[in-house]
């Protein structure tokens, strides 16, 4: 029998959260504040309840069949085509899309390092990329675990506290929360906000580490609270961020650049605190996507392929070693991280319908026994692929006009 391990309040839904807490929130909810001031809030409440809706799925399919979803698409999608089509979509939606973002993750970093000295280097994104491969490198789901969670905590403490230095109009913020709005121009910010949040590689990570930490029904509890606490405090990070960029942009025409525009603006307001502060909180969010965007890829490449989930196997190494050399030649190049980014978070909330189909699939399959999802479950996850995708398809049309 498998021996569960210490019960604790944080576990891999923190590595949802370090995962979806990236540079590309904190430019994202930067822009939003900035753009749209405190108006588009209750887009990261939807996507915060989203994010639980399926993640919960996803730890509940690792849970109980200790399986991820990369593992469950190549065993139980019976027709050939339909499952080569499914690992295609999927390499290029995860591996290849992930690879990408990881240039922004490690621009993300390298501006609150910026932020910080004054002078960004353009040899420190081949620095970060190398933290991430020596602590990638060990093999120990345990150690990045507590890594992901120490950088969490970090960024909690450095936005949380930025905000409450930044005096937010209350008023605004509680209606921005409260009462769904769509300001003129606003829908393609919604949606890489939602991109930002519900992060389609996040489903296989989470399911492949779930499976890793826990086994059998009787854990499912554990997972449950493990979810219920790290997901909201992401979300209350990203909203601190929003927040804290409406009090010091919105209304104001600044053209964000980098770290130093996102915290120069708030030192009439807190002083060279909030500086130091914004720049530590995104060099946090860079370095845990970076760690997370190339492990998620493994995991879904190695559970696709039929290779195993084995931290220290050379497949699964060479994946994320792969996934960050591609970033930090994308992050060597002299494009605007800004834009580059915001981008990546479109781009996600536009993959996000197919992966949690393919999720919402798996967890209606026999393989889950007792443990597949009621009509509840379906009718919860359904909605948020429906929103999502009327979004995304919403969005296509505005995306062309931002081009």
Request: hydrophobic share 55%; charged share 10%.
């Amino acid at each position: 029998m498998t021996q569960q391990p210490k019960r604790t309040w944080f576990g891999p839904a923190t590595l949802v959260a370090a995962a979806f807490i990236g540079p590309g929130t904190v430019v994202t909810a930067s822009l939003a504040g900035a753009n749209f001031g405190y108006a588009l809030l209750w887009a990261l409440v939807f996507s915060v309840l989203a994010t639980m809706i399926l993640q919960e799925m996803a730890a509940r399919l690792g849970v109980v069949t200790q399986q991820g979803l990369g593992e469950a698409i190549h065993q139980h999608i019976a027709s050939p085509m339909l499952r080569w089509g499914a690992i295609a979509l999927i390499l290029f939606a995860v591996v290849i899309g992930n690879s990408v973002y990881q240039g922004g993750n490690l621009m993300g970093a390298t501006l609150g390092i910026a932020g910080v000295t004054g002078t960004p280097q353009p040899w420190m994104p081949i620095v970060i990329g190398g933290i991430a491969i020596v602590l990638l490198w060990s093999g120990n789901y345990h150690k990045l675990e507590r890594v992901l969670i120490a950088l969490v905590m970090l960024m909690s403490v450095a936005f949380i506290a930025t905000l409450i230095l930044s005096q937010p109009d209350w008023g605004a913020f509680f209606s921005g929360l409260l009462v769904p709005s769509l300001p003129a121009g606003s829908v393609l910010t919604v949606v890489a906000l939602i991109g930002t949040t519900v992060v389609p590689y996040n489903l296989f990570l989470h399911a492949a580490s779930a499976a890793k930490k826990w086994s059998g029904d009787a854990a499912l509890a554990d997972a449950r609270r493990d979810l219920v606490v790290s997901i909201p405090l992401g979300g209350l990070i990203s909203i601190a961020i929003v927040s804290t960029a409406a009090s010091a942009f919105f209304g104001h025409a600044v053209q964000l650049e980098g770290a130093r525009d996102l915290s120069e603006a708030l030192r009439p307001l807190a002083g060279d605190s909030a500086t130091w502060l914004m720049a530590i909180g995104l060099f946090a969010a860079g370095l845990s996507s970076s760690l997370t965007a190339p492990l998620a890829a493994a995991y879904a490449l190695s559970g696709l392929l039929g290779y195993g989930a084995n931290l220290r196997s050379l497949p699964f190494r060479l994946t994320w070693i792969g996934v960050i050399s591609v970033g930090m030649l994308i992050a060597s190049l002299k494009l605007k991280p800004v834009e580059v980014i915001w981008l990546a978070q479109v781009a996600n909330g536009l993959l996000l319908p197919v992966m949690a189909l393919f999720l919402l699939w798996a967890c209606n399959h026999a393989m889950l026994g007792a443990k597949r999802n009621t009509g509840w479950q379906n009718l919860m996850a359904g909605v948020v692929v429906l929103i999502a995708t009327g979004l995304g398809v919403r969005s296509i049309g505005a995306a062309l006009a931002f081009w």
